[in-house]
């Protein structure tokens, strides 16, 4: 795929992620990994006046220099780790879905409550450490959080998921919100009955077929 492509690409997933109630207004961001640099949705431009040429392009070994008209997103540090240190990941989403930021606001972690946790790398959700959005100190607490996981929550701010294509990355944000809704809804009626490990590391040995195929 062409770089025009990747980056027209970028555009479509962030107006499908507003579309899908995942994200709202300019506060989410998603990035994908091309070549040797990092193609990330600028700051403060609104998805439906973003142009291709306004996407952002960081170096994979760089400490914030970029190439573009306008800014990249201010949350590019975590985005740049996760490419830069992760031969799996090829995009990154992040955003403020409503379900999934609830319980980053209650400091919630998901636990084992349904099989498609194992979409996920393992076998709860882990909750990043809340630190200043954009900041040096953010980064590093997702990134301990994303630890062999494919999706993490972000103490009092919301997700990140990651993927092997833009497309993986967003059905992985789809599906998260999901199991945060259904989580959120058991703790009202006293809460889920929790699968096993073994039961998880059975779903999990079954899923190379499961979902959005690369």
């Excluded at 996981?149 to 294509?165: F, I, K, P, Q, Y």
Aim: proline share 4%.
């Amino acid at each position: 795929m062409s770089e025009l492509n990747v980056r027209k690409e970028i555009i479509e997933y962030c107006l499908e992620m507003n579309a899908l109630g995942i994200n709202q207004g300019t506060s989410g961001n998603i990035s994908a990994k091309y070549g040797d640099r990092m193609l990330i949705s600028p700051s403060a431009t609104p998805y439906s006046k973003c142009k291709p040429e306004m996407i952002a392009s960081m170096p994979l070994d760089g400490d914030g220099e970029w190439d573009g008209p306008r800014k990249p997103s201010t949350e590019w540090r975590f985005h740049l780790a996760l490419h830069s240190t992760r031969e799996d990941v090829q995009a990154v989403v992040h955003a403020h879905p409503i379900y999934c930021t609830t319980l980053a606001m209650a400091r919630k972690t998901i636990p084992a409550c349904h099989y498609m946790i194992a979409a996920f790398g393992g076998n709860t959700i882990e909750l990043a450490d809340y630190a200043l959005f954009g900041s040096a100190e953010l980064n590093r607490h997702v990134l301990k959080a994303m630890k062999n996981r494919t999706a993490c929550l972000m103490a009092n701010h919301g997700m990140c998921t990651v993927g092997e294509s833009l497309e993986k990355a967003m059905w992985r944000a789809v599906e998260l919100e999901t199991l945060a809704h259904q989580y959120f809804n058991t703790l009202q009626i006293g809460g889920p009955v929790l699968l096993s490990d073994r039961q998880i590391a059975a779903t999990a040995k079954s899923m190379s077929g499961y979902g959005i195929q690369d």
